[in-house]
């Protein structure tokens, strides 16, 4: 199969400019390329099937560009998304017109700002706005605001809470939306809570809506002082909880855990709560039997944990109880969901009827903690 003559010719005068980026646009059978002049188009005129004409467009673009007649190979879909194209060759395979290539560029470790912005001309998805914001000279460069805004605009066509969840989180990053724009997301979350979750991924001592310090804050504050001076973690962390912000976060996990819509909101939140507590955590202490973590912190005396808590409890005896369920907490993460969740696929009220024997404790150590 060749190209149409003209096609043919339009397409090798196209390549021997210095480009940026070529997309195809399939349903008007046109190439549109990227220069530092600016946009140009070819219409093509196809001479069969439309199908495979763009197959064979595609195969003359990556026979210029990389010396491979065969194509993209496009079924190598898990392998682009896993980070693994080579530093070098991503400018290359924005002039492939080929999606899978683009998702091969965007998924890379080594994408600068100026590569995300070729990329996004090509193909602009959700998702590949995601995956750039992952990277940090992304975040810090002229792309970050723009993709940003992109995600901001699409959140209400979100339907996966995952997605909901990642894109939040992702636009909350230093710099990237304006004040009034947080919290406009933070009210979304009244009828989203996926939301709320993005934010205790992304902004945990930094939520909206700061509630009360815990009426015991300024005097274990007070008593720990010496501790906190000199970084000790248990110290900074039982602080850390009964401060405005860290009452804030432990209001907001209610929230969710209330009423989480699927699986996945469950799994970030418990995500989010491991991040939180990860100072703390004792090590290989998590578990799938919240029974177990239970039971350890309640026999924190005997528990394997680092002494820290136990100097904690010596401190403050009147508030062990909290200090046993800073430590529940810290042991928990999705393992705990796994006895559950390998059984069933529930979404919706009858997800959160048998996550019961899971998440009723859980706000218990809430309820003990902000109580």
Known sequence: MELSPEDALRINVLLASQLEAVRIDESSMTVHALSGRGEARVKLNPNCRDEAYLRTVREALSSHVLGSPGGYPVYLKRWTRMGQARDEILESLLLLGEPEAVAAVVNA????????????????????????????????????????????????????????????????????????????????????????????????????????????????????AALTQVGDPHASQFCRLLSAPGQTFLATVRRVLEKPSNQDVVVSLLHAISDYFEAVAPAGARSDDIGEILGKADALERCEADNGFQRLVELLPGHSTMVRAMLAMSMLDEPVVNPIFSRTDAVGSVMRKKLKPVSDPLLGLVDILTS
Not at 123 to 150: I, T
Not at 161 to 175: C, F, K, N, T, Y
Request: charged share 25%; hydrophobic share 45%; net charge negative.
């Open 109 to 224: 470790s080594g994408l600068t700002d100026e590569i995300a912005r070729r990329a996004w001309w090509t193909l602009q998805s959700a998702e590949n706005a995601r995956c750039m914001l992952r990277q940090q000279p992304v975040v810090e460069g002229d792309m970050g605001a723009v993709l940003a805004e992109f995600l901001v605009e699409f959140l209400p066509f979100e339907h996966e809470p995952a997605d909901m969840i990642e894109s939040v989180r992702l636009v909350l990053q230093a710099g990237l939306i304006s004040d009034a724009t947080r919290a406009q997301l933070w009210e979304r979350g009244r009828s989203r809570n996926a939301y709320y979750v993005g934010f205790l991924r992304a902004l945990p001592d930094e939520l909206p809506d700061t509630v009360a310090a815990h009426p015991a804050h300024e005097e274990v504050s007070r008593k720990l």
